[in-house]
C-alpha cells in the first residue's frame, strides 16, 4: 500500500525556536498534502492543505505565518511551526492523496509529536 | 465547533463478539464517510467507507451502517479479534470540497482475548 513519511518523529525544542516537521510519500505522488493537528483526545483538524507549486490554502483560525508550509515537489511537503511557544505542542500528522485518487485515498503519516519548553 | 461526534472514547469487547462503533455528524451537506483505523505511533488507515446514496457497506468483517435521517453511523466487527484493538475515527466530507476530512476525536476499541 501507499506509503507516507514523517520526519521527525518525536522533537523538543525551547521557546522562540523553529521546528521543521516533513512529510513524504514514498511510493506515490501527491499533488495535494494535507496538514492537521490533534490535541490529547480530540479530533484531527485540518489545519492547511497544500498543493504543489502553489500556495498552502489555510483552515479559519491557523495562523499562516505562523505554520509555514511549503510543497517544493510531489512527494514532499514540509510544516514549519516558527517561534514556536508552548501552545504549540501538539502532535502533528500528514496525509497524502495520489494524483489520480478518488475520494478514499488519503494516506497518513505516523504523526510528529512536538513539544515546545 | 464539531461537526463530527464520537461520544464514546472508549470500549471493550470480548474476543469472537461484535463490536459497535458509533458517530454522529451535524453537517448535513456529508455525502461521505470514512473509517479509519490507528495504532500507536502510526498513521491512520482507511478501512471502509459508505456513500450517503447507500445505507450499508460490507467488507468481510467490517459493515457500515448509515442513517441518514439521524445523522448517525456506526461500524460494526464481528467477530472482534484481539488485533482490532487499536483508535478507530470517523470521518466525513463534503462533495464540493471531497479532500477536507472532519474527524471524530475516535473510540479506543479494546477486544479481550
Known amino acids: 500500500g501507499a506509503v507516507v513519511s514523517q520526519h521527525p518523529s518525536r522533537v523538543i525544542c525551547k521557546s522562540g525556536t523553529s521546528v521543521k516537521i516533513e512529510c513524504r510519500s514514498l511510493d506515490f505522488q501527491a499533488t495535494t498534502m494535507f496538514w492537521y493537528r490533534q490535541f490529547p483526545k480530540q479530533s484531527l483538524m485540518l489545519m492547511a492543505t497544500s498543493n504543489e507549486g502553489s500556495k498552502a490554502t489555510y483552515e479559519q483560525g491557523v495562523e499562516k505565518d505562523k505554520f509555514l508550509i511549503n510543497h517544493a515537489s510531489l512527494t514532499l511537503s514540509t510544516l514549519t511551526v516558527t517561534s514556536a511557544h508552548p501552545e504549540d505542542s501538539s502532535f502533528y500528522i500528514c496525509s497524502a492523496s495520489p494524483t489520480s485518487g478518488g475520494r478514499d485515498t488519503q494516506y497518513f503519516g505516523p504523526g510528529t509529536r512536538l513539544t515546545v519548553l | 465547533d464539531q461537526q463530527v461526534k464520537q461520544n464514546s472514547p472508549s470500549l471493550s469487547v470480548q474476543e469472537g463478539r461484535i463490536s459497535i462503533l458509533n458517530c454522529d455528524y451535524t453537517n448535513s451537506m456529508f455525502d461521505y464517510f470514512l473509517w479509519y483505523k490507528k495504532y500507536p505511533a502510526e498513521g491512520p488507515t482507511f478501512l471502509i467507507s459508505?456513500?450517503?446514496?447507500?445505507d450499508k457497506n460490507e467488507d468481510g468483517r467490517f459493515t457500515v451502517f448509515l442513517n441518514k435521517s439521524a445523522k448517525h453511523l456506526s461500524l460494526h466487527i464481528v467477530p472482534s479479534q484481539p488485533g482490532d484493538s487499536a483508535v478507530y475515527f470517523c470521518?466525513?466530507?463534503?462533495?464540493?470540497?471531497?479532500?477536507?476530512?472532519?474527524f471524530g476525536s475516535g473510540t479506543k476499541l479494546n477486544v479481550k482475548p
Open positions: 470521518a466525513a466530507s463534503e462533495e464540493n470540497n471531497f479532500n477536507k476530512f472532519y
Open positions: 459508505i456513500s450517503s446514496i447507500k
